[in-house]
T-cell receptor
Framework: GEDVEQSLFLSVREGDSSVINCTYTDSSSTYLYWYKQEPGAGLQLLTYIFSNMDMKQDQRLTVLLNKKDKHLSLRIADTQTGDSAIYFCAEGGSGGYNKLIFGAGTRLAVHP | NAGVMQNPRHLVRRRGQEARLRCSPMKGHSHVYWYRQLPEEGLKFMVYLQKENIIDESGMPKERFSAEFPKEGPSILRIQQVVRGDSAAYFC??????????????FGPGTRLTVL
């Protein structure tokens, strides 16, 4: 069945890079997404990548996709305290429409 | 340009009562998705609707839960005879279309349901 897995927790020092990893199972997924959730809030779309791409860069964010291994990563450069949040990986687009399958989320803690 | 709106933001119900959750999609969006987030978990798909049609309700519990998206007005997720296990955050997302890049989903702030 469809499944998305993420490590649950990541702690980094302010100014360092953060790398959040995700694995998925559905090879027919068209898009892969990263969402950010701050405490008590909804999900904010950070970035997405088409399944036929290897990499996408958007300011401080870099997404890498290894389709062979079904592995997705999100790198945040120069991590700031405002980046502290839960980051969700999601796959979608299989089955003809975009039902999203989410991972459990990675809680990023940024400390001085 | 208002985003996806959900109300109420917080809802408290006693066991056996009904809960009605509302979602107004972004302007111009005619596709709505509902997800449920249990504490410390990711979001789980519940139902996908277009105006006046339920396209996929494979994630909805078979009993007590229903959803609609009428021609006019918000989408409604209705939970009858709530139980403590229904306590969760319910998120609505909308998209411009159901496929392609324009199906990127934008999420509302969620409704946090607490069942006493």
């Amino acid at each position: 069945g469809e499944d998305v897995e993420q490590s649950l927790f990541l702690s980094v020092r302010e100014g360092d890079s953060s790398v959040i990893n995700c694995t998925y199972t559905d090879s027919s997924s068209t898009y892969l997404y990263w969402y950010k959730q701050e405490p008590g809030a909804g999900l904010q779309l950070l970035t997405y990548i088409f399944s036929n791409m290897d990499m996408k860069q958007d300011q401080r964010l870099t997404v890498l996709l290894n389709k062979k291994d079904k592995h997705l990563s999100l790198r945040i450069a120069d991590t700031q305290t405002g980046d502290s949040a839960i980051y969700f990986c999601a796959e979608g687009g299989s089955g003809g429409y975009n039902k999203l399958i989410f991972g459990a989320g990675t809680r990023l803690a940024v400390h001085p | 340009n208002a985003g996806v709106m959900q109300n109420p933001r917080h809802l408290v119900r006693r066991r056996g009562q009904e809960a009605r959750l509302r979602c107004s999609p972004m302007k111009g969006h005619s596709h709505v998705y509902w997800y449920r987030q249990l504490p410390e978990e990711g979001l789980k798909f519940m139902v996908y609707l277009q105006k006046e049609n339920i396209i996929d309700e494979s994630g909805m519990p078979k009993e007590r839960f229903s959803a609609e998206f009428p021609k006019e007005g918000p989408s409604i997720l209705r939970i009858q005879q709530v139980v403590r296990g229904d306590s969760a955050a319910y998120f609505c997302a909308s998209s411009l279309s159901g496929t392609g890049l324009t199906d990127t989903q934008y999420f509302g702030p969620g409704t946090r349901l607490t069942v006493l």
